[in-house]
């Protein structure tokens, strides 16, 4: 992979769409960084905002990758165990401390972005209670050597058997097993958050004993 650096840009998933296959694009500080549906990701200094373009077409399957890079990665500079959250975000302590946002283009070319943002030494607003970094844990990381880390994992991820990636990633994911609410754009469904399809949907049995397949939402614990 190939990486391009920059000191502040306004998302780094937006710049990667110039950038060929196998570019890694990594900026300080990001003035737009987006999360899913166009909500707004706080990127400080001295956070990590990346992201890898690569030609393949699975969003989900990256999600998934990225997700065990970025706990693989933590692991082994942090000694750190991060939990996983359907579909997107990496957990610590209970509170969040990565998130992933894979968009990706169909048509002549076939390119995937997949956006990560972990909170490493950034100061994060006040309003964002539920979130966590790196530096308020206690861990003192440098934050490109974090990214060197995660993309290594990455790479070595995507070759990897996808059913292993689920194994793993079932491991550590919160509320496996539990009573749940996914909210969707335009619904709300509640059930036991039984398993991960082949594709990485959730896989949801609903009061009526029905087993739904849910792509997209924000879970919530009942
Ligand atoms: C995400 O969205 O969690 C995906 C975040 C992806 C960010 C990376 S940074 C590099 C690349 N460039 C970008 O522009 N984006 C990617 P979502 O699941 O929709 O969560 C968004 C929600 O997380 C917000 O509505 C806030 O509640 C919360 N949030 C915002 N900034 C945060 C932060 N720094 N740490 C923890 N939570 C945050």
Redesign the pocket.
């Known amino acids: 992979m190939k990486t391009y650096h920059f000191k502040e840009l306004?998302?780094?998933?937006?710049k990667a769409k110039d950038y060929p296959p196998g570019s890694v694009i990594i900026?300080d500080v990001?003035t737009?960084?987006?999360?899913?549906?166009s909500?707004?990701?706080?990127?400080n200094i001295g956070?990590a905002?990346?992201?890898i373009v690569l030609d393949f077409n699975e969003p989900l399957r990256l999600t998934f990758i990225a997700a065990i890079a970025v706990r693989r990665a933590v692991k082994a500079l942090c000694s750190l165990d991060c939990k996983v959250k359907w579909p997107?975000?990496i957990y610590a302590e209970d509170k969040?401390?990565?998130?992933?946002?894979t968009q990706c283009t169909f048509g002549d070319k076939n390119r995937c972005i997949t956006?990560?943002?972990i909170?490493v030494n950034?100061e994060?607003p006040k309003s964002?209670a539920?979130?966590?970094?790196l530096k308020l844990l206690g861990y003192k990381v440098d934050k490109d050597e974090l990214i060197n880390e995660i993309v290594t994992e990455f790479e070595k991820a995507l070759k990897e058997d996808f059913n292993n990636i689920i194994k793993e990633w079932k491991a550590s994911c919160l509320y496996l097993n539990k009573n749940i609410r996914v909210e969707t754009v335009n619904s709300s469904c509640t059930g036991r958050f039984i398993g991960i399809s082949e594709q990485g949907f959730m896989i949801l049995r609903t009061e009526d004993n029905e087993l739904v397949k849910i792509v997209e939402g924000?879970v919530y614990p009942i």
């Open positions: 306004d998302s780094t998933n937006n900026a990001q737009k960084g987006s999360g899913r549906l909500r707004t990701w706080s990127s956070g905002w990346f992201s997107n975000d969040k401390l990565a998130g992933i946002l956006g990560i943002g909170n950034n994060l964002l539920e979130a966590t970094s924000t």
